[in-house]
């Protein structure tokens, strides 16, 4: 009966609850190198978030940006890293207004690192950082401007969030 109760109760924090969510996204949404495939988001000691793209490039011209949701209540993100995914570009983690622009830049602890050889973008924030949130969600869009108009690609469609993840 025991075992069948804790059964039960681990099934109630599910996958929709987890401590890791990996998300898909279809390739060839972008010619070129930021096309969005998988994200990983990973929320324990700190956030991580890994997205791995089509054709990265250390000469490309993309950008990316990382949206939070840690607060449910309030409409749209709460926090914003944008990054350039092309090599010696910079990062900054922002506030976010209603409209899902960037606000004030926050000063906290966090990193974010390109590998081109794994064709991967990651972002290590301490969890302090976005108001130590019970759970965050995530949505993630690359732009590269080109001569022709600028190139989008959001993780799984435009401003979708993955799943929330549980702090563990
Ligand atoms: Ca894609
Ligand atoms: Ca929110």
């Not at 279809?26 to 000691?45: L, Y």
């Not at 922002?94 to 990193?111: A, I, L």
């Not at 290590?124 to 401007?145: E, F, I, M, W, Y």
Request: glycine share 10%; charged share 25%.
């Amino acid at each position: 009966m025991v075992a069948g109760v804790g059964a039960g109760a681990l099934a109630l924090c599910g996958p929709a609850m987890a401590q890791t969510v990996t998300v898909h996204d279809v390739a060839g949404d972008m010619s070129t190198g930021g096309d969005v495939r998988q994200v990983r988001i990973v929320h324990e000691g700190r956030v991580v978030v890994r997205v791995h793209h089509k054709d990265l490039r250390e000469d490309g011209a993309e950008g990316e940006q990382v949206f939070f949701d840690t607060n449910r209540s309030r409409p749209g993100p709460e926090y914003v890293i944008s990054a350039g995914l092309f090599d010696g570009t910079d990062y900054f983690l922002s506030t976010v207004t209603r409209s899902w622009k960037q606000d004030r830049r926050v000063t906290c602890s966090y990193r974010a690192h390109v590998d081109y050889d794994t064709e991967t973008s990651v972002y290590r924030l301490d969890r302090a950082c976005l108001g130590n949130p019970k759970q965050v969600r995530v949505a993630v869009r690359t732009a590269s401007s080109l001569p022709s108009g600028v190139e989008r690609d959001w993780l799984t469609g435009y401003r979708h969030w993955t799943d929330p993840v549980r702090h563990g």
